[in-house]
Structure formats: structure tokens, C-alpha cells
């Protein structure tokens, strides 16, 4: 196995590997976020750009590509993805020289915008440096906007000779049915417990088995989340979804309105789907630590209600990247949660 695969990711290679006698010109990988899906793929594009596989098809690591491919800077390959990806905001004109005042100007886009796609144009039209493949790796494909979307589509209807399209997704719902009809999928399948659990305590992570939970069984996002100081503000978040009330509840906005609101949505998402598996099925998920507070709630509120209140949550997620006001936003989803057991 090779050691830029994660554990848990032997057997999708293997399954992969069954595909090589006859690539699609366009692959769509999709699966959990936080599971690895990024580094899987990337594996691949270096192997399918390898001058020397290995017998397993893995890349040598050693030869001409490898090495270009590993400083990101192989003349046959191009990585598309959100400017905001980069951890660079600053921004390039079409001769890759930073215009000046442009970092300050606006924050880094969280879409893969028509431009990118456009700027394909000329890597396909020329002829590749090593007489192989080009690759093309574009993520979260769900980052496409509508216009970028449409230009991908109609390179994906009349493929370039010799290009191969690795996409990924964590969210296939959320892409165009014309995109996913012209890629052959691929699901690259969560872990097991046992295997995310076994990674992360090779890691160092304490409480392991807490944070992976809380991650949905996501071993990346878990060891993400162990290492980052958002704990603190879970817990706060915790306590008061364990004692809701209107006090409460301003408070708590008042305090955390400074936290990237999608994050508190997740949790609070998270949290109604333990309630409502506890109360339809006696189980919990993600916060386990909390299965007294749980117990508790779940005996003062119907399914239904939880139900709706779920919805709603999901209706939430679809604006919380661009809330009008935070403060407001926070406030409103904790009156209505509040509200379930009033």
C-alpha cells in the first residue's frame, strides 16, 4: 500500500485499478467530508502522470513527474479549486503576476468561477510535455457556480483527446444531473469506526473516540477538530442546546456571534439528528457525551416537531455563508430551537 493512501483507502485503490484498461475521459470521486477523499485522488493524478508506476500502479515517488508533480508544478497537470483553498488571497492576472492592492481589496472567492475554467482552454490545446495524459483535478466540484458549471459541462461533452477529468464531491445533490451525467462516479466509502478510531489515536489525538464521533466518523475532520481550539466553543453551544430558554438563547448569540456561522449550524444540525434518533430509534450519533441532556429533551418534544425543526436547519445552512447579520441569525435559530420545548 502506498503511504500517501490512508489506511482505510487500500481497497477503493484496488477497485480503482480495475478501470484502467478503460479510463472515462471524466471520474467524479465523492464521498464524507474529512475522510481523505483529496489526498486519494491526488495519489491517482500523480500515478496516471508516473513515468515509472509501481505494480500496484502506485507512483514511483523518483522520476521527472513525480518529482514536478509533488511541487505542484507538472506541465501536464492543473488543479482547479476555490481561490480561498489556496491560503492565498491574493490575486493573479492572466501572466501570474499579483496585482497590486488586490489582497486587500476582497476576500478570497469561495466558488470555482468561470475564469478558471476558461483558462483550461489553452493547457488542452497545446501538446503534453511527456507524450502521456493530462489531468485535470477539480474540487469541491459543488464550488461551481452557475456559469462555471456550464463551461465544464460543454469541455465534458466534446472531451479534449488525451485529457482525463478527476472531480470530486462531498455533495452530489448539489451538482448539476448534466455533470453528473457525463462522469463515471466513484464513491470512496467512510471508514470504520475501528479503522478512523485506530488512525487518530496513531495520531496523538486524546479523547478520539469523542471527536470522531462528533465528526460523523470523518477521521480527518476529527483530527482537524482536535487540533484546532473549537472546543470550547462546541461545549458553550452544548450546554445551552442541553437547557434551552430565551435567556439563554441571547446570550449565548450574543457570545458566539463572532464563530463562522455555518459552523454553529452544523452542530446545532447535528444535535436535532441525535434528538430525533433518540427519539425514533434510541440511538445517538455524533454527541454521545450528551446522552443524559439528550434523554431529557427528547421526553419534552414529539418526533415531528423535530422533524420540522430539522428542515428548517437545513434551510438555514443554504444562507449561513452570507447571514445579514450574524448576532440576528444565531438569535433566530436559537429562539426556534428554544421554542420546541416552550
Known sequence: ????????????????????????????????????????????????????????????????????????????????????????????????????????????????????????????????????????????????????????????????????????????????PTILSRCRKFALPMPSHEAGLAWLQQQGVKD???????????PLAALEAAQGDSREVLDELLRHLAQPGIDGALKTAERLQKIPVADLVGWMQRWLYDLFALKSAGQIRYYPRYKKELGNLAARVDVLRISAAMKTMNDRRAIADHPLSARLFIE?????????FA
Open 208 to 218: 478520539a473516540d469523542a471527536w470522531l464521533a462528533e465528526q460523523g466518523g470523518a
Open 1 to 176: 500500500m502506498s503511504s500517501t493512501l490512508f489506511p482505510w483507502q487500500n481497497d477503493s485503490w484496488q477497485q480503482l485499478q480495475q478501470l484502467r484498461e478503460r479510463l472515462p475521459h471524466a471520474l467524479l470521486f465523492y464521498g464524507a467530508e474529512g475522510t481523505g477523499k483529496t489526498a486519494f485522488v491526488e495519489a491517482f493524478a500523480q500515478s496516471l502522470l508516473c513515468e515509472q508506476p509501481t505494480a500496484e500502479q502506485h507512483a514511483c515517488g523518483a522520476c521527472p513527474s513525480c518529482n514536478w508533480f509533488s511541487q505542484y508544478n507538472h506541465p501536464d497537470y492543473r488543479r482547479v479549486r476555490p481561490e480561498i483553498l489556496d491560503g492565498d488571497d491574493a490575486v493573479e492576472d492572466e501572466s501570474g503576476e499579483e496585482k497590486k492592492g488586490a489582497k486587500s481589496t476582497r476576500a478570497p472567492s469561495k466558488e470555482i468561477k468561470i475564469d478558471q475554467i476558461r483558462a483550461l482552454a489553452d493547457f488542452m490545446n497545446v501538446s503534453t510535455h511527456r507524450s502521456g495524459l493530462r489531468v485535470v483535478m477539480l474540487y469541491p466540484a459543488e464550488a461551481l457556480n452557475t456559469a462555471s458549471a456550464n463551461a465544464l459541462l460543454k469541455t465534458l461533452e466534446e472531451p479534449p483527446p488525451g485529457t482525463m477529468f478527476l472531480l470530486l464531491s462531498n455533495r452530489l445533490d448539489r451538482l448539476l
Open 332 to 340: 433566530e435559530m436559537l429562539l426556534d430551537y428554544s421554542s420546541l
